[in-house]
């Protein structure tokens, strides 16, 4: 075969491949995997193409892999992943190179960093960090909340549609979110109306940039929708040094990945242990401490203590 030949058989044969891969993608989607899985998996496979690799013969994953030194273990780490759902959609058996990845510890920025980037965005999205902050659920989970999922009375939100296999859990919420998640007209079943979780996060970056760069903290630049998750579950910890009442929070099933919180407690302790403590001599007093986080003590001298992690 003469080369001429051969470079045009290359882009027909990438272009056989991408056909494959939303075949692969449509046929997942059916069998209910997640909607960030799919766009996942579709750029892994993509980049596989472009690097040059044959998705039906897994030698030719092999050899690429083992010289794409400029791609992290992490990176390789999905890119299998998604490369093994496919040869196991085509039952194509193969024995894939395994790659172990060490998970960085996350960031838990202080308190107010969390306040100053939901007070510099505005609309939904001050909301929808705030629920986050608030509950710790994930972003998903947190956008497909639903007017029926909020207790009003009780001033309680449930978690009705969990990932990764996690419980539905009912937490309780302050009444100034409570009261700002009201304010919002219904128009819709979901209480927030972004499109999908990526449309979300395009729009929280594209506001956290211009609170970076109007408040002047890069720090801000560390914080993503997940850190609110790692901040409020931290919190709960240091807060009743116990597992279980994280993993309930979570609504993980076990303590595997709950006691990471434990060592970010002690990672992060932002001025260390302790406590802020406020009084209170009214109940106008009294209630806005509440809504801020602090919890009540006792009465003493006409006037009632109250107290917030540090």
Request: aromatic share 10%; glycine share 6%.
């Amino acid at each position: 075969m003469c080369a001429e030949q051969q470079t045009s058989e290359v882009p027909r044969r990438n272009l056989d491949l991408k056909g494959a891969i939303i075949e692969f993608l449509w046929q997942i989607k059916k069998e209910n995997y997640s909607d960030d899985t799919l766009p996942n998996y579709g750029c892994s496979l993509n980049q596989l193409i472009e690097a040059g690799v044959d998705l039906y013969n897994p030698e030719s994953f092999k050899e690429i892999m083992a010289n794409q030194n400029q791609w992290t273990n992490g990176r390789k780490y999905n890119i299998t992943k998604a490369y093994r759902c496919f040869l196991n959609h085509h039952k194509i058996e193969a024995k894939l190179p395994k790659y172990r990845v060490t998970r960085p510890l996350p960031y838990v920025p202080p308190e107010k960093y969390l306040d100053q980037l939901i007070a510099s965005c505005n609309g939904q999205m001050s909301m929808l960090l705030k629920t986050l902050k608030e509950t710790g659920a994930r972003p998903g989970e947190a956008l497909k909340l639903e007017w029926d999922d909020i207790d009003i009375a009780n001033r309680k939100i449930t978690i009705s549609h969990p990932e990764k296999g996690c419980n539905p859990r009912t937490l309780p919420i302050s009444e100034s979110l409570l009261n700002l998640l009201l304010s919002q007209s219904r128009t819709a079943k979901l209480i927030f109306n972004y499109k999908s979780k990526n449309y979300a996060g395009k729009s929280f970056r594209r506001m956290r940039k211009t609170a970076i760069s109007k408040l002047g903290n890069p720090e801000l630049r560390k914080i993503d929708f997940y850190t609110f998750r790692y901040y409020r579950a931290t919190q709960e910890y240091r807060r009743y040094k116990d597992f279980g009442s994280v993993m309930v929070l979570l609504g993980h099933k076990s303590l595997r990945y709950v006691l990471l919180y434990a060592q970010l407690s002690k990672v992060y302790e932002h001025g260390g242990e302790g406590y802020i403590c406020r009084e209170a001599t009214t109940k106008a007093e009294a209630k806005a401490l509440i809504e801020d986080g602090f919890e009540f003590v006792m009465d003493k001298g006409g006037a009632s203590l109250f107290r917030k992690l540090k």
